[in-house]
């Protein structure tokens, strides 16, 4: 049986968390040299992306709970890159970029680029396009599956 094909060995979980910290140790090292973390540049991204959004439809985009996002918006906030401000009715609140913060994201994004790049060159960009296909097949059946009535 050729490996492609053999019954998977070891735990899938420990796998995609092993991958997941090496790449994000590359990618957190050269965000690093802006002073963000991948966390907070995929923060700001999102927020450039989506424009000002309340943060329960920020979260919803970027998969988090609540409290992940609350934690992750207040370096930013602090910083002066976001800005929380009152939304539609008096309950409500929406995230927004601010000129620093557009600047801070472009410059981080000069720098994921780089990494995105040094990635691309350490695996292959033939292996890398084969994951993310392979990454978003297995995230579209879990997704699936995690709608399904049990």
């Not at 906030?77 to 976001?82: F, K, N, P, R, V």
């Not at 009152?86 to 994004?109: F, V």
């Amino acid at each position: 049986m050729s490996p492609a094909i053999a019954a998977p060995k070891g735990c899938t979980n420990f796998k995609t968390r092993q991958l997941s910290r090496l790449l994000s140790r590359h990618y957190d090292a050269e965000l690093a040299t802006v002073g963000l973390k991948t966390t907070q540049y995929s923060l700001l991204t999102h927020v450039l992306r989506l424009g000002p959004l309340a943060p329960g439809e920020l979260a919803r985009h970027m998969g988090l709970d609540a409290s992940t996002l609350t934690r992750n918006l207040q370096p930013l906030l602090a910083a002066g890159w976001l800005v929380q401000e009152a939304g539609a009715d008096a309950r409500s609140r929406s995230i927004s970029l601010t000129a620093a913060g557009r600047d801070k994201q472009a410059e981080a994004q000069r720098r994921w680029k780089a990494a995105q790049q040094q990635v691309n060159a350490l695996l292959g960009a033939e292996r890398v396009a084969a994951l993310h296909l392979l990454l978003d097949d297995c995230t579209a059946a879990l997704q699936a599956e995690s709608v399904e009535p049990a």
